[in-house]
Nanobody, 123 residues
């Protein structure tokens, strides 16, 4: 059974930084793509970032490009989202997600989800 556990959320002022981590268990971590999504109150879930099995390919949502960085440490079964220059509109619950595909593509599906971690950015 795949389990994803996020940590690192919290309250930060506009312009600040946060680092989210997701630890995976239950399968061979280094074979699959991983992603981050977020959902704000009253809004649909939004793609934030994704990384392929090796960490050699990444993809970002338009609203976070240049500010967020996704990375992974396959030795520690961990994927990380470094968030800089945070804005109030980044406030949301952030979810770690795992795919059954090794690659990051627009059609990549994510079948495994963490419980989410709250990120709040004050103005």
């Amino acid at each position: 059974q795949v389990q994803l556990v996020e940590s690192g959320g919290g309250l930060v002022q506009s312009g600040g930084s946060l680092r989210l981590s997701c630890v995976a268990s239950g399968r061979t971590f280094n074979s699959y793509a991983m992603g981050w999504f977020r959902q704000a109150p009253g809004k649909e879930r939004e793609f934030v970032a994704a990384i392929n099995w090796s960490g050699g390919s990444t993809s970002y949502g338009d609203s976070v490009k240049g500010r967020f960085t996704i990375s992974r440490d396959n030795a520690k079964n961990t994927v990380t989202l470094q968030m800089n220059s945070l804005k109030p509109e980044d406030t949301a619950i952030y979810y770690c997600a795992g795919s059954d595909s090794a690659w990051v593509q627009p059609t990549t599906k994510y079948n495994y989800w963490g419980q989410g971690t709250q990120v709040t950015v004050s103005s």
